[in-house]
């Protein structure tokens, strides 16, 4: 079994930065259908939508440091309505200030149900976009050329409506405390439903640039964010509270201008995500077993994927794995693992350039676990480790050569599919410098079971620190979030 390069411990430390852009995509990039369960009113019943034309800008801080700003405009435009929201953010990253722009723009119908939108993600020299209009009972998604091109055609059954990133996905007027809204969410991005809940708690007073403005007080959880928003009476953001400490309030032009100006300490993000442990782990490369306790956090669902790692409600026992001998040689045929194989949107593996170089890394070699292993090791000896909080695809990072964790794992998971390999993206924690933080990695089919693969680390397999919160695409790494802020670790058993 191969001991990890002592290049792995250089002074670069993982962490899933997706997560902290994915806060603000939680908010711009999900589609709500206008429908409403039985027993909760519908919005165009009996809450009226306040379709007033409007321009706000916000300041946004990150544990009161100054982070950035934003401005969301409501107009009319010939026979429908624009909701465009701009967002200028900078985030600390293992002492990196890395620039974020997220740009969300939607036109929409006097019921603000969804005709198009376009929402843009920039942040240094990768970035992502994502267009979709309705057509009938379809929405058409248009798929960057970098991710293949084309179009994507969904089915929907009603209208969409789109979410916002500074404030509620509807302009709401008419409120009452005791109001809930359950709503059916569409994800554009995983093609998955489920329910944004909002809840009207109270009418409140605050004080913006100092004056005093009535307000509701109302919480919503989209997903994996709960957010705490205080919105006037016509439905617009005044205030906001996000995970990660980040607040958004709303601000004269003048004022923000004042501020970026002046000078900022923002707080590093590692901090802000890392994972508080009670206990310490003596030697965490060269762990046999660790044996956990989580605290906090609601309805963990662990997995146990029986080759490395056993969970209960509130327990999780990772052991060191062995490298498995290889049962087959690739490409591997059999159907049951072709989710596996396939492409998707973010894992390129069909693009001409990621076959060309898969191939070229791993020569005659036949054997899946030795091939694997050549592809882990090119990813860590070519990718050069830097934080990159965007949404990555194989065929950039390979353009590229440079990302976080979550490049060098999309990038190697593509690469074995390439050559027929199957494989998977691990997302989870890793111990490191005394603590524990988010961390993507890769894991490999040999035949009758998984092996893991750490391609930003140089490890094959990955050590018994590595523990797996879910598998999945990029497009499920957003549900990171739930766990954000709200675990914390107790060593039981390290040996």
Not at 214 to 237: I, N, P, S
Not at 351 to 375: C, F, N, T, W
Not at 405 to 419: D, G, K, S, T
Not at 448 to 466: I, N
Request: a positive charge; proline letters at 6%; aromatic letters at 8%.
């Amino acid at each position: 079994m191969p001991s990890p390069s002592p290049r792995s411990e250089s002074r670069f430390r993982p962490i899933v930065t997706i997560a902290v852009v994915a806060v603000w995509l939680v908010l711009v990039g999900f589609l709500l259908r206008d429908y409403y369960f039985p027993a909760v009113a519908g919005i165009s019943q009996s809450v009226p939508i306040s379709a007033v034309e409007s321009d706000d800008w916000f300041v946004i801080r990150i544990r009161g440091a100054y982070a950035g700003f934003g401005r969301s405009r409501q107009f009319r435009q010939g026979d429908h309505w624009v909701v465009h929201d701009n967002l200028h953010i900078s985030l600390n990253i293992q002492g990196r200030l890395k620039p974020i722009i997220i740009d969300s723009s939607a036109k929409v119908d006097d019921d603000f149900r969804l005709i198009s939108f376009d929402v843009k993600v920039a942040s240094g020299i990768i970035s992502f976009q994502q267009k979709g209009r309705v057509d009938g009972n379809y929405l058409l998604l248009t798929i960057p050329k970098s991710q293949g091109g084309g179009t994507k055609r969904l089915r929907i059954h009603e209208a969409p409506r789109i979410s916002r990133s500074l404030g509620l996905p509807l302009p709401l007027t008419g409120l009452k405390v005791g109001d809930t809204f359950r709503v059916p969410v569409f994800d554009p991005m995983d093609g998955q439903e489920w329910d944004a809940r909002i809840t009207v708690r109270e009418k409140a007073e605050i004080e913006l640039s100092g004056k005093k403005r009535d307000a509701w007080l109302v919480h919503a959880e989209f997903r994996a964010v709960e957010a705490t928003m205080w919105v006037d009476k016509q439905g617009q953001l005044l205030k906001g509270r996000l995970p990660l400490g980040i607040t958004v309030v709303r601000a004269d032009k003048g004022e923000i201008s004042g501020q970026v100006k002046g000078s900022r300490t923002l707080p590093e993000m590692m901090t802000l995500a890392s994972v508080p442990v009670k206990g310490s782990i003596p030697h965490p490369r060269k762990l046999e077993l660790l044996r956990l306790k989580f605290l906090g956090g609601r309805g963990l669902n662990l997995p146990s994927d029986h080759f490395r790692q056993k969970a209960t409600d509130s327990e999780i026992t990772v052991t060191r794995e062995s490298l498995p001998k290889a049962t087959y040689a690739i490409p591997y045929q059999d159907r049951k693992m072709q989710e596996y194989l396939a492409p998707s949107r973010f894992i390129r593996s069909d693009h001409p350039k990621i076959i060309q170089k898969a191939r070229e890394i791993i020569g005659d070699e036949k054997d899946p676990v030795k091939a694997a292993s050549l592809i882990n090791r090119w990813v860590f000896d070519n990718i050069k480790k830097v934080p990159t909080p965007a949404v990555p695809d194989a065929y950039t990072i390979l353009e590229t050569r440079q990302g976080d964790c979550n490049e060098h794992a999309v990038l190697a998971v593509a690469l074995a599919r390439a050559v027929g390999i199957p494989a998977r993206i691990a997302l989870g924690l890793v111990n490191m410098d005394e603590g524990f933080y988010y961390h993507a990695w890769a894991a490999y089919w040999a035949g009758d079971t998984w092996f893991t693969g750490d391609p930003l680390m140089d490890q094959v397999p990955a050590d018994a620190t590595h523990v797996t919160l879910l598998y999945g695409d990029v497009d499920k790494h957003m549900n990171v979030l739930t766990y954000l802020g709200k675990l914390k670790l107790e060593v039981l058993e390290a040996k």
